[in-house]
């Protein structure tokens, strides 16, 4: 493990709360071990730790990453997100797998969806032919993969590639797993924002599953 991490790791244990700890593991299904130490805490005991130490490039910024992600308890992977992001800018496209293994690794929607909308979306949006890479993850067997394509263009407005949207959207239609369905329903809605006409046309004239095309067009 590095210095790096078990600095982190002491901060956060310095803080830890059972009681709370049980209940955000209830909250995630007992999916995850948890210290119980909620966001603002975290920050505080984080954010000086980040402040001296910096990554030089985005390889040591990924071996960072990667150490903290193997730890078990689920705030040092929300730290991990924290970090990222605020380094984000030092990845190139020769981080792309690094993300992937990010999302199919301990995943679930709270750091998914923070890697696609704003790692992975950041990334595709300062290294454009990286995109249409990122779209052959649609026929990845793994759902959080086919997940974060969906939604990595999340923050793009006016800027979204509405077709690309689209045929990932067409593609997994017909899946039934809740995280897909939401997926669209969210990337789909946000869309909405900037060009509701096409996206109605779109949800009317697509086989959504009933709940999804409702709540998307509920909102337009």
Not at 95 to 100: I, T, Y
Not at 167 to 188: F, P, V
Not at 200 to 210: E, K, N
Request: glycine letters at 4%; hydrophobic letters at 40%.
């Amino acid at each position: 493990m590095l210095r790096f991490t078990q600095d982190i790791i002491l901060a956060l244990r310095a803080r830890a709360n059972e009681e709370e700890a049980h209940a955000m593991s209830k909250s995630m299904r007992d999916s995850f071990d948890f210290l119980g130490v909620n966001v603002y805490k975290r920050r505080e005991a984080t954010y000086p730790i980040f402040d001296k130490n910096p990554p030089q490039n985005g390889d040591e910024l990924a071996a960072k990453i990667t150490d903290m992600w193997a730890q078990p308890y689920r705030e040092v992977q929300y730290a991990a997100c924290d970090y990222l992001f605020r380094h984000k800018n030092l990845l190139g496209g020769q981080h792309l797998n690094f993300l992937k293994m990010l999302i199919k690794t301990r995943p679930w929607k709270d750091t998914v969806d923070t890697i696609s909308t704003s790692i992975l979306g950041s990334l595709a949006w300062r290294i454009p032919p990286i995109r249409q890479k990122i779209a052959t993850w649609i026929h990845d067997p793994n759902i959080w993969v086919r997940r974060s394509v969906i939604l990595f263009q999340f923050q793009y407005k006016n800027h979204t590639n509405w077709d690309l949207l689209k045929s990932c959207c067409l593609y997994c239609a017909k899946d039934e797993n809740y995280y897909i369905r939401t997926g669209i329903g969210q990337a789909l809605s946000e869309y909405a924002k900037i060009n509701p006409n096409e996206v109605r046309h779109f949800v009317m004239d697509t086989d959504l599953p009933a709940q999804t095309s409702q709540e998307i067009l509920r909102n337009i």
